[in-house]
């Protein structure tokens, strides 16, 4: 994760919040009272599955949608009735949104235009812009001769050109192939530290969300489960649906006590120390989860055998099979040595803190 | 593709050119050797019946008011449709099953059917508001929708309006600045195409004028053939090539032209856009 004070001097975010907004459609709630302030500067990654509000957040930022009830107030102005076209937002879509009639910058300038900017300043503003997204050369081209990631990038300063109190992305590297994906990630962040734009980023891409935002909101069923800065949203999620959305997670029965969860004959420190005592799924992270493939292997509830093991590239993921459920451990590709499919595992748990689900009926395992 | 494929392919496509073109030039070309026949058999060619279609009183009024009503007409086609078609898209797509089978409707019902119903209309529009012949434009109105409604629909349904209009919400823009600076232009062929449907309609159009006692360019003519055959059939073939002129110019010039970048400051060649699509015909 970049760090938010990397930021330029002069930067111009303001403080963006949404209190209590609601939204549903007939008897589909979309939106349950979500409350959430961004810091001037700051950028907040919505994460979510489909469905979950996300997006439906964002537009009632935007004010392309109406919301129920609940304020969006950007920058201290209550801005809740305010049409999209006067609340002074940039927005990237998911679908490519490139005006096809206009050049890159023309599309560039249109906003400025429409905020009565001078021709000559609008031209001089548009030319920055598209060199802080690394088109400049591109800059008589029309919509259908760029690639998707360069539509992307204009639309990205098509939106920054207004200076902009708010910066929205609504998924915006969806339709973008993986490699392309990674890389304008990364622009879009230095982007925007640089013009240091309070931004709200949604994105059903965990990976995306965590590697880019300073901090991330979870959202489910319309609700935000949980907000933070990444590594927290990661190594100490809130809620089971947190941790199973974040990551991968081993989902291993276990009897909480005194404190601790005790899974497999190994005692874990808990996220929540006053859990009640009793019967509870431990939700481990693979990377918790080490392989030891020499030693004593005598029968016991951590040893199994290896049932695959897939190369990630650095790290490699093994699933092992304990008898009654499959644990997933992710180790450094150099450790994984001879371990391969049928070899004699035994595995230990790290003592990290871990969250469990006391009232879940779903089966264990991973 | 291979070279006697292609000579195939060649001749097939001259062969369906000159069906084509003689199906329709024939009759035209038949219409103009009627209209040049001289009094008797033995009589030589004469454009008399051309020369006299200057000396008709009421034509040039006639041709006046349907190309007053063509404009009329598709000018209020456009006002009417395609707000009603982009809002109905956007915010109440609910509704499009309905609007589309208004629009339609006009199409399944014959035309004296229809001018049978707005008599009583015109009864009242005559003496209450004008009885002037402009007001026939409302009936053409109804007439052009099917075919305009149809045209209209694949050029928005080509563009992806949504995003589109929200991206230039977004950026500051209002619902007309929406219409006239992102819409418009980005379905241009398709507005042009139902420009041209109007007007070719209107142009043609006998039944409703002549059963609602207005003359227009086509009643004109048949009064033209009442008194002389040869003027009226000199003053058809006049129209259609005056029509098929119009719609000519009217295509070429409202066509998008080949989009070079306006604003260089680069330095760069502008490339040229993309080529105008047909949409709907």
Known sequence: MSDATTRRDGARGVEVRLEDLRRAYAATTALDG??????????????????????????????????????????????????????????????????????????????????KVGAAERRKRAGEMLELVGLSAHANKYAHQLSGGQQQRVALARALAIKPKVL?????????????RSRLRDEIRRVQLEVGTTTLFVTHDQEEALA????????????LEQLGPPTTIYSRPATPFV??????????????????????????????????????????????VSVIADGDMSPGPLVGSVISTVFLGATSRVTVDLGDITVLAQMPTSNVGAITAGTRVRLSLRTDPVLVAQDDKAPTGA | MSRTRRLKLRVFRTA????????????IGAMFEFSTRGNGVTAPRTLDAWTAIAKVPDLLPAIS????????????????????MVWVRLRLPGLSR??????????????????????????????????????LSFAYLILVLPYTYRTLDAGLAAIDLKTLSEAARSLGAGWGTVMLRVVVPNMSSAILNACLLAVAL?????????????????????YVGLVSAGTSIAVAVASLLFAFVLLMILSFVGRPRERVAREEPTGIPGPFGPPAVPQGL
């Open chain 1, 212 to 223: 880019i935002a300073d901090r991330v909101g979870v959202m489910n069923k319309g609700r």
């Open chain 2, 65 to 84: 008011v349907s190309l007053q009503l063509a404009a009329i007409t598709a000018v209020a086609m456009l006002v009417l449709l395609l707000p009603t």
């Open chain 2, 202 to 222: 209107v142009l043609g159009e006998f039944t409703f004028a002549n059963l609602l006692a207005f003359e227009n360019l086509q009643v004109a003519i048949l």
């Open chain 1, 243 to 288: 941790a199973e959305f974040v990551g991968l997670t081993n989902r291993l029965a276990g009897v909480v006590k005194s404190g601790e969860v005790e899974v497999r004959g190994a005692r874990l420190p808990l996220v929540k120390p006053d859990t009640t005592d009793g019967p509870a799924l431990a939700l481990v992270r693979p990377e918790a």
């Open chain 2, 16 to 27: 369906v050119f000159l069906v084509l073109g003689a199906f329709f030039l024939v009759p």
């Open chain 1, 34 to 115: 979500l409350t959430l302030t961004m810091s001037p500067g700051e950028m907040v990654a919505l994460l979510g599955p489909s469905g979950c509000g996300k997006t439906t957040a964002l537009r009632l930022v935007a004010g392309l949608e109406e919301a129920d009830s609940g304020r969006v107030v950007i920058g201290g102005n209550d801005v809740t009735n305010l049409g999209a076209n006067k609340r002074e937002i940039g927005m990237v879509f998911q679908a490519y949104s490139l005006f096809p009639h206009m050049t890159a910058m023309n599309n560039v300038a249109f906003g400025m235009q429409l905020h």
């Open chain 2, 98 to 135: 309905i609007v589309e089978f208004i629009c339609l409707l006009p199409l399944t019902v014959p035309a004296i059917a229809l001018v049978v119903g707005m008599v009583p209309l015109y009864r009242w529009i005559g003496p209450n508001l004008s009885d002037s012949i402009l007001t």
């Open chain 1, 168 to 180: 929205l992305l609504d998924e915006p590297l969806s339709a973008l192939d993986a490699k392309v």
